[in-house]
């Protein structure tokens, strides 16, 4: 992953040129090659923030190692330390390491002062090699990183929105904001990064925007929009709308309905999806368009769960707008893929990752590493042959060298 020295990687060209060089023995690919380019290739773009006299440790070096010790379970920069003492050898084989193992002191310094938007920018050139095709619900919600939160300083702890493929279970992007206010402003600009044509943008009350929703369909995109009360008239109309709608059993309404129902656990629980076409009921709604309209808005839709648990019942109910069809069924699927972002992404992160207990602050730093997480995370989403919990995988890729290296190379 060096720079400079007999594996200098940008000397090796591309993976086909890698598994060229072992066609004579396909079971055996040059690994380390593989590994290299797959981090290389995407990072090596990063400007080293040191002073050359300081530079004891390669900058790839740095990063290389620190993506390995998070997959393998590390959660510091004195675990990173560690886990590279320990499997020292291991990782000669895959980086130059000229003088060792650097200190926990000197990983985090290199963090602190690295340029978060430009390791964001890898990383998403990063993840776009990983899927070919992200046709599909695109959910996009926030995170505190608890505790990267300054008290003493006065500094709040740094909020990220992400872009969670729903089908993938990747993150294809994140952006900082300074706390959850700003969502409205950050989202835009992750919307400019990812590639949203022909996908489901679904965002919640926070994003529901006039110039977010154009922007989406000016990207090929469609939208579901999620509305709260604290939205104010185009909330109540909805809900207005859906309550005479429901009350005429929806004669007189072009609508689609859809429903599932699930028993697990003591649990039952039925959800009903409707989506009405906006033209039936244009007078009704006229205070969508206003001055200025919801660009390509087609439907809105309701969603309403009741739950059973022993002998206590519930029931839910939540409105959206969207630019897709009058299709209930997909419209089902998207909304609820959108809450894969918080259990396959945020939930991760809090307890297999314990970000919100991690104590790295310091500058750039908590934001770098929370982009090294989800490196991790979705490297190790992305190894398929083990069916293990995202616990699991770290335990064994931290024990095993072989299975670590088939979550680099996947």
């Known amino acids: 992953m060096a720079q400079t020295g007999k594996r200098n990687f940008k000397q090796t060209g591309d993976v086909e040129r890698v598994k060229e060089k072992s066609k004579g023995n396909p079971e055996k690919i040059v690994e380390q090659e593989i590994v290299l380019l797959s981090i290389s290739k995407h ?35 004195v675990e990173v330390e560690l886990f590279g003492k320990s499997k020292y050898k291991f990782l000669k084989k895959y980086l130059n390491l000229p003088n060792g193992i650097p200190s926990h002191d000197t990983i985090g310094r290199v963090f602190a002062a690295l340029d978060p938007q430009t390791f964001e920018r890898c990383f998403i ?11 599909n619900v695109i959910a996009i919600d926030g995170k505190s990183v608890c505790g ?11 909020h990220m929105v992400s872009a969670f493929s729903c089908a993938h279970r990747l993150v294809l992007g994140q952006i900082k904001t300074d706390e959850k206010s700003n969502e ?22 926070m994003g529901c925007q006039k ?21 104010g008239n185009l909330h109540k109309e909805v809900q207005k709308i859906f309550d005479e709608a429901q009350t005429k059993e929806f004669r007189g309404y072009k609508y689609s309905f859809y429903e599932t129902s699930e028993k697990a656990h003591g649990r039952e629980e039925v959800r009903r999806y409707w989506t009405i076409e906006k033209r039936p009921i244009a007078a009704d709604i006229a205070i969508f368009f206003g001055k200025e309209p919801w660009e390509g808005l087609q439907v809105i839709g309701m969603v309403e769960s009741e739950r059973k648990v022993g002998d206590k019942k519930s029931k839910e109910r939540r409105y959206y707008i969207s630019s897709m069809e009058n299709n209930a ?15 396959s992404l945020h939930w991760v992160l809090d307890v297999i990752f314990r970000e919100d207990h991690s104590q790295v602050r310091v500058k750039n730093a908590a934001e770098n590493f929370s982009i090294i997480r989800r490196i991790a995370l979705n490297m190790i989403k992305n190894e398929k042959t083990f069916k293990g919990s995202i616990n699991s995988r770290r335990l064994k890729a931290g024990w095993d060298n072989d299975y670590l290296v088939k979550i680099l190379c996947s």
């Not at 050139?125 to 046709?135: A, E």
């Not at 402003?185 to 919640?204: C, F, H, Q, Y």
């Open 184 to 205: 409205i402003t950050a989202i835009p600009e992750l919307l400019n990064v990812i590639n949203i044509k022909g996908s489901i943008i679904t965002i919640d009350a």
């Open 211 to 231: 110039a977010i929703a154009k922007q989406i369909v000016s990207g090929g995109g469609d939208y579901i929009f999620g509305l709260k009360g604290n939205q």
């Open 125 to 135: 050139s990063w993840t776009r090699t990983l899927v070919d095709d992200i046709k």
């Open 329 to 343: 069924e997909e419209f089902a699927r998207a909304v609820r893929g959108h809450w894969r972002i918080e259990n």
């Open 43 to 77: 990072f090596s773009g990063l400007e080293d923030p040191r002073v050359e006299r300081t530079k004891r440790h390669l900058l790839m070096d740095i990063i290389g190692l620190t993506v390995c010790a998070v997959i393998g379970g590390c959660n510091s920069w």
């Open 148 to 158: 990267s939160r300054q008290g003493i300083l006065g500094k709040k702890a740094i």
